[in-house]
Each structure stands twice: as structure tokens, then as C-alpha cells.
């Protein structure tokens, strides 16, 4: 089993930043594969980063590319989100999800997910 706790959510200013965290346990961290969602109200859940388990490779959705990063502590047993100009569109639940193998943008090839974090962006 893996646990996955978020934080870093909050109320943002548009245009701001944010830091969100999602910190791992219980199998090695190393080995899993970790992605960003977020889900807005009324809206299907939808895929907005995720990174191999090395860290060397990462993937974005389009909505968000060029203004988010992520990355990963292996050390720390965390992945990180970074996001940048901030926009009201990006009010959200954001989750982290892990699986084996390799990255994945599709939300059903996750296996283990965190509560989630509430991010909130004022305009």
C-alpha cells in the first residue's frame, strides 16, 4: 500500500503562485511514478502533470504547460507542484496519484491517490 498526503492548497491570488506537496509512505518512493489531477466543481477529474520515477522526465496538459513545473524529492519522499501565474480556471481539488511503471496522463492507470488539497484562485 501507498499513502499519499497533499498540502500547500489554499486561496491564491490570480496571476500568484503555489506550492502544492504530496508527501508518499509505505513502499519505495523511488519505484512509483507520480502524477498531478485536480477536479473542479461539477467537472471530471483531469490530469495536469506527472513525473517519471527518476524525475528526468515530466508531462504537462496543455492547460497548464509552460507555467507549471514539477518535480521530485526521492529522499524526502515527495512530489511537488509548482504553478505559476495563477488563474481563476485553475480553482480545483488537486490530487497526486502514484502507480508502477511509467508516467501516465490517464487518471484510471493510477493506482494509489491522496485525499486531495483545495486550491482556489481569486480573480
Known amino acids: 500500500q501507498v499513502q499519499l498526503v497533499e498540502s500547500g492548497g489554499g486561496l491564491v491570488q490570480a496571476g500568484g503562485s503555489l506550492r502544492l506537496s504530496c508527501a508518499a509512505s509505505g513502499r519505495t518512493f523511488s519505484n512509483l511514478a507520480m502524477g498531478w489531477f485536480r477536479q473542479a466543481p461539477g467537472k471530471e477529474r483531469e490530469f495536469v502533470a506527472a513525473?517519471?520515477?527518476?524525475?528526468?522526465?515530466?508531462y504537462y496538459a496543455d492547460s497548464v504547460k509552460g507555467r507549471s513545473t514539477v518535480s521530485r524529492n526521492n529522499a524526502k519522499n515527495t512530489v511537488y507542484l509548482q504553478m505559476n501565474s495563477a488563474k481563476p480556471e485553475d480553482t480545483a481539488v488537486y490530487f497526486c496519484?502514484?502507480?508502477?511503471?511509467?508516467?501516465?496522463?490517464?487518471?484510471?492507470?493510477?493506482?494509489?491517490w491522496g485525499q486531495g488539497t483545495q486550491v482556489t484562485v481569486s480573480s
Open positions: 496519484a502514484a502507480k508502477y511503471g511509467p508516467p501516465s496522463s490517464n487518471s484510471n492507470d493510477y493506482e494509489y
Open positions: 513525473v517519471s520515477r527518476g524525475g528526468l522526465s515530466t
